[in-house]
């Protein structure tokens, strides 16, 4: 019933820029947190940056894990039922496969949904 579809994946140098989006069928985003979580092969999905629902009041507000601190920026358009990342300064150890969630999110804590998107692979590779 719930659809969440990834785009925005690729091969992209060390210290380029990528942007991911995540966008979700039906009328629920909007009262949902949504977050990214990447896995890159042999290692444990983690979750990387996560925002609140913000209501209609547009009053998101973005967490993000201290390895991606700095570089990447969490968005949301509820308007178009989409969630963004904006991935800069990129380093190879930013490769891995990237997915978005429709969870909750309570203070510094996200509470991990059942939905999830397909995965898009990001590179970063000289």
């Known amino acids: 019933q719930v659809q969440l579809v990834e785009s925005g994946g690729g091969l992209v140098q060390p210290g380029g820029s990528l942007r991911l989006s995540c966008a979700a069928s039906?009328?629920?985003?909007?009262?949902?947190?949504m977050g990214w979580y990447r896995q890159a092969p042999g290692k444990q999905r983690e979750l990387v940056a996560f925002?609140?629902?913000?209501?209609?009041?547009?009053?998101?507000?973005?967490k993000y894990a201290d390895s991606v601190k700095g570089r990447f920026t969490i968005s949301r358009d509820n308007a178009k039922n989409t969630v963004y990342l904006q991935m800069n300064s990129l380093k190879p150890e930013d490769t891995a496969v990237y997915y978005c969630?429709?969870?909750?999110?309570?203070?510094?804590?996200?509470?991990?949904?059942?939905?999830w998107g397909q995965g898009t692979q990001v590179t970063v590779s000289s």
């Open positions: 969630n429709l969870g909750r999110a309570s203070g510094t804590y996200y509470y991990t949904g059942k939905y």
């Open positions: 039906g009328s629920i985003f909007s009262i949902n947190a």
């Open positions: 925002i609140s629902s913000g209501g209609s009041t547009n009053d998101a507000v973005g």
